[in-house]
C-alpha cells in the first residue's frame, strides 16, 4: 500500500476543483474559504505541487499538516497510557 499525504490547495474559484481530479483523489472542497484537500501519492507529492503552483488557477498549494498532528496525538496517547512502574521516579511520587 502506498503512503498518500493531503495537500491543501487555495483557488481563486471553487470551480476551479474540477480540474485538481486529474492530479489525485479530490476529497474536500470548501466553496466558502475557497481552498480544495487533495489526496496524492507521497513520492509524487512534489512535483504535483511545483505543477499546481504553476496553473493560473491556484494562489497557494501547501502540504497539510494532518500526518504529523495524528504522529504527535499518538505520542501523547502512548505516554498517557504508560504503566506507572516504568516512568521515572520523581513523576511517580503523589501529589499534595
Do not use: F
Request: contains cysteine; aromatic residues 6%; glycine residues 2%.
Amino acid at each position: 500500500m502506498q503512503r498518500r499525504v493531503a495537500l491543501a490547495v487555495w483557488l481563486d474559484h471553487p470551480r476551479s476543483a474540477r480540474l485538481l481530479r486529474s492530479y489525485g483523489t479530490l476529497h474536500y472542497v470548501s466553496n466558502l474559504l475557497k481552498y480544495a484537500i487533495l489526496y496524492v501519492k507521497k513520492d509524487d507529492a512534489p512535483a504535483i505541487m511545483r505543477s499546481l503552483s504553476a496553473n493560473r488557477h491556484v494562489r497557494k498549494v501547501e502540504l497539510s499538516p494532518y500526518e504529523e498532528t495524528v504522529e504527535a496525538v499518538l505520542n501523547c496517547s502512548k505516554a498517557h497510557t504508560m504503566h506507572v512502574s516504568t516512568l521515572p521516579e520523581t513523576v511517580q511520587e503523589p501529589l499534595d
